[in-house]
């Protein structure tokens, strides 16, 4: 089945710095992904759509600066938290869907990548 | 942004018990899919059912969708303690794009 490697699964960095993370669909050509932030006990925010070869689309109230999501190739897409800040901590997860997909076709997640700024 | 709600929020049984969650959402949707997350772990994909299908199932999964109240239950049947996640449900919608919104969520404790 469909796998959708996201790393680093755990990530602590200083306040200011910069934290980029990576999700890769292994066996198959991902042309969109999407990201997600997911705070403790709540659900999953959509945080921006990533297309191979073109810009994101974020979701408003996304800083678009800050979370800066490059998607270079159809199985690599990054998100880098830009001067990272304690309200940035959260658990961030990756989405990709196959390229041949059709509507209903179904959405691969990552593993996560639990983000904690000191 | 937030499409669906869920209820309920949280909801504790014991094992061997049946587990109903529900979920309602906004706008008009390609289809609808279920997805369990252990705790601070990445999401299980569980079913998917399209906006044209009004009850599904998976082992002991029972999906239904009422497109006309916008809503979606999900069955867990003779439940067992494994099952102690949480469950998603998320709309997928929004044309070629079709993005994945994800409702509130429920938090399932199955007691041994």
């Known amino acids: 089945g469909a796998v959708v490697s996201q790393h680093p699964s755990w990530v602590i960095c200083k306040s200011g710095t910069s934290v980029k993370i990576e999700c890769r669909s292994l066996d198959f050509q991902a042309t969109t992904m999407f990201w997600y932030r997911q705070f403790p006990k709540q659900s999953l925010m959509l945080m921006a759509t990533?297309?191979?070869?073109?810009?994101?689309t974020y979701e408003q109230g996304v800083e678009k600066d800050k979370f800066l999501i490059n998607h270079a190739s159809l199985t690599l897409s990054t998100l880098t938290v830009t001067s990272a800040h304690p309200e940035d901590s959260s658990f961030y997860i990756c989405?990709?869907?196959?390229w041949g997909g059709g509507p209903n076709y179904g959405y691969t997640f990552g593993s996560g990548t639990r983000l904690t700024v000191v | 942004s937030q499409q669906g709600e869920e209820d309920p929020q949280a909801l504790s049984i014991q094992e061997g018990e049946n587990a109903t969650m529900n979920c309602s959402y906004k706008t008009s949707i390609n289809n609808l899919q279920w997805y369990r997350q252990n705790s601070g772990r990445g999401l299980v994909h569980l079913i998917l059912i399209r906006s044209n299908e009004r009850e599904k199932h998976s082992g002991r999964l029972r999906v239904t969708l009422d497109t006309s109240k916008k809503s979606s239950s999900l069955l867990i049947t003779a439940s067992r303690a494994a099952d102690t996640a949480s469950y998603f449900c998320?709309?997928?919608?929004?044309?070629?794009?079709?993005?994945?919104?994800f409702g509130t969520g429920t938090l399932l404790a199955v007691q041994p």
């Open positions: 990533s297309n191979e070869g073109s810009k994101a």
């Open positions: 998320a709309t997928a919608s929004g044309g070629a794009t079709n993005k994945l919104i």
């Open positions: 989405s990709a869907r196959d």
